[in-house]
């Protein structure tokens, strides 16, 4: 039997220092290849979770694993890779280096994922950026000095290359409007059906779910505590 994409069995987590929000999921999974969209309010534990699974941060108790494998079992060095080699992270606000090229942005996992370097072809950065509607040439181009739509897609393809398995996005789609929001949804449901990669991706706009195989509240999958501190 396959693993799961995605397994979450009882975790517990609460912030280092912070008492004011804890986080508990019983139970979640996600099958290889499947698209879910995880819907809840602002401030509800959406990141916190994405974290989670990234192994950012680890859980209090319980146990997150992805592709089968237990990330509390990982030193912190070890996770670091194993996130590099398994999972394509799209944050909010992209974390691009503004400084690097397009080029050096999108090859940047690649430098911590012998794995995932492998399986990237020589020339996949430059094809992403064209798979993506990005304009011919621009892998040589300072990140800084793209709009927000340029930056979003090099995120993209930053996350795909060499395809993870996993792809967790943070509210990609937030400063896009209606119909960027749409071709660039139609861009990566494109190119996680061509790698079979799962994707996760966070969200509190309940419209984009149609596109999903599953769209999920946090609210119905984890249980959270808000006191003011
Ligand atoms: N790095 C951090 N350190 C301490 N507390 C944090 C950190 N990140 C988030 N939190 C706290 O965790 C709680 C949940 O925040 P989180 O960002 O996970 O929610 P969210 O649903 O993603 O919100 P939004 O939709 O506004 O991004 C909040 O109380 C927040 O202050």
Not at 39 to 62: N, P, Q, R
Not at 98 to 108: K, M
Not at 177 to 182: F, G, H, Y
Request: some cysteine.
């Amino acid at each position: 039997m396959t693993d799961p994409a995605l397994a979450l069995d009882d975790v517990r987590f609460r912030w280092p220092g912070r008492s004011s929000f804890a986080l508990s999921v019983p139970e979640f999974r996600m099958a290889q290849s499947e698209s879910v969209l995880l819907l809840g309010e602002s401030g509800s534990g959406k990141s916190t979770l994405l974290s989670l699974i990234c192994g950012i941060v680890t859980a209090d108790s319980g146990c997150v694993a992805v592709g089968g494998t237990d990330i509390a079992t990982l030193r912190a060095g070890a996770r670091d890779r194993f996130r590099a080699e398994r999972i394509g992270v799209i944050f909010q606000h992209f974390n691009l280096l503004p400084y690097a090229s397009v080029s050096d942005n999108i090859l940047l996992p690649l430098r911590f994922a012998p794995e995932r370097r492998k399986r990237a072809a020589p020339d996949e950065a430059a094809g992403l950026c064209s798979a993506l509607g990005l304009p011919d040439g621009i892998t040589g181009t300072t990140a800084g000095r793209l709009s927000v739509g340029q930056q979003q897609r090099v995120a993209v393809a930053r996350a795909l290359i060499g395809q993870p398995p996993l792809i967790v996005a943070d509210e990609p789609t937030s400063a896009l409007d209606a119909a960027t929001q749409d071709s660039f949804l139609g861009l990566l449901f494109d190119r996680i059906a061509a790698t079979g990669s799962s994707l996760l991706m966070v969200s509190h706009d309940e419209r984009l779910g149609a596109r999903f195989d599953r769209v999920v509240r946090l609210a119905d999958i984890a249980r959270t505590e808000r006191r003011t501190a």
